[in-house]
């Protein structure tokens, strides 16, 4: 039998080779290109108790830098400005808390001149309408615009609606016919239900400019659940950008090359805990947007740290300033606007009529204009595109800051059905 032992062990090594090339099919190749692509080399990985892991990334070897218009970028500077401590805590702090964090965070740190990136699987990829479109929102049609032959956000008046995309219903106060530099806003955290696996829910503030006939640039930030994307229904941390209307171009976080991360503590696409609870502690997380001199849009959190920014390539009109400015939340489904209606939630779940430690809001609203002051918009309107199934609500007391509720549980007969 000895004789036998070596022929035996080759021929199933052959067998073994052969069944694998017969097996690896052309997706799997496909598969394994584009993981590839999105998964740079890592510096020191992080196994995350929610089970993500966390890639710790040389700076420069991020997928921005993968993005034709940024092969000879340099890594710009943090502006002064956005150094600057700007605190507007919600109403009076009372049972609020903005100790928010990154569950990732608790099982290690990245080193200096990386960037953190949560890693991409071959089950992520495979939950995705396709390969091409991955980390993508769903391409959109209009419904109603705000212009149907010209959207030009500046000449909008108290009337006007907003933009309305086919799959999506906002709850949102929005802001308009000034050249916007910047804007912030304590966002309340909540982990609304997700009903459909393709449905996503947001907590988020907008940053728009017209782009032609029919079309907008948007840069975005805030918070998701959005099972379809990161497989579970954690509440995460996330951007998002576009520069035709989700059409072909941007995505979130950083599974396309665009934005730019320069913070090594922050992860984008990572859960955001804790989250509040109803009637009891309430969480928030400051989010700001602010264009630098040179074109390029800075995202920071917690006022004072920056985590990195969208370059002025990505963009077009947007360059220059933003004429909208929108602050809610938004429903992706393809059961919105129809009967029976998805039940996603928005927010907390709860009407906006609820208010404080029941529905979700937004506090310490702020713009940027060409006067370089943060302030309070000098008008601002709010939007429902179904009222009955996500409500909008600004709370503006006379001497207190104003307080913007929003949301609602989605189906919920007989008002939304």
């Not at 150094?83 to 049972?95: A, V």
């Not at 907590?203 to 006939?213: H, T």
């Not at 576009?242 to 934005?259: A, M, N, P, V």
Request: proline residues 6%; charged residues 20%.
């Amino acid at each position: 039998m000895g004789k036998y032992k070596v022929p035996i062990l080759l021929l199933c090594v052959f067998f073994n080779l052969h069944h694998n090339a017969r097996t690896y099919s052309p997706l799997e190749r496909e598969i394994e290109a584009k993981l590839k692509l999105l998964n740079k080399p890592a510096v020191k990985s992080i196994r995350s108790q929610d089970g993500d892991i966390i890639d710790c990334v040389n700076i420069y070897e991020q997928p921005a830098f993968d993005h034709p218009a940024l092969k000879n970028h340099s890594i710009q500077r943090v502006p002064n400005f956005l150094l600057e401590s700007q605190i507007s805590r919600t109403g009076d702090g009372f049972n609020v808390s903005s100790d928010v964090y990154q569950t990732w965070q608790k099982s290690g740190s990245c080193p200096e001149e990386t960037v953190p990136i949560r890693r991409i699987r071959k089950e992520d990829l495979l939950r995705a309408v396709s390969l091409a479109r991955f980390g993508q929102k769903p391409p959109e049609v209009f419904v109603n615009s705000i212009n149907p032959t010209n959207l030009n956000f500046s000449n909008l008046n108290a009337n006007d609606g907003v933009v309305d995309l086919k799959n999506r219903s906002d709850a949102l106060l929005v802001a308009y016919a000034f050249q916007f530099i910047g804007a912030q806003a304590n966002i309340n955290v909540w982990n609304p239900k997700v009903e459909k696996p393709e449905d996503f829910t947001t907590a988020q503030i907008w940053l728009k400019a017209a782009n032609g006939p029919d079309n907008f640039e948007s840069i975005e930030a805030g918070w998701t659940v959005n099972p379809k994307l990161y497989g579970d229904h954690n509440t995460r941390f996330f951007v998002y950008w576009t520069k035709d209307t989700y059409k072909s171009t941007g995505c979130f976080d950083l599974t396309c090359k665009g934005f730019v991360q320069t913070n090594k503590d922050i992860a984008l696409g990572a859960t955001l805990g804790p989250v509040s609870v109803p009637s009891h502690q309430q969480y928030e997380i400051n989010v700001g947007i602010f264009r630098d001199n040179s074109g390029n849009w800075w995202l920071k959190v917690k006022n004072n740290i920056p985590v990195g920014y969208w370059p002025k390539e990505l963009v077009s009109n947007l360059q220059s300033s933003a004429s909208l400015v929108q602050w809610g939340g938004q429903v992706f489904s393809y059961e919105v606007k129809k009967t029976p209606h998805t039940g996603t939630q928005m927010g907390s779940g709860e009407e906006a009529y609820n208010k404080f430690g029941v529905a979700c809001y937004m506090g310490g609203v702020r713009i940027k204009d060409n006067s370089q002051a943060l302030k309070y918009p000098s008008f601002v309107s709010t939007h429902a595109i179904e009222p009955y199934c996500y409500s909008a609500f600004n709370d503006a007391p006379y001497g207190k800051d104003p307080v913007f509720y929003f949301g609602g549980a989605g189906r919920r007969p007989p008002h939304c059905p």
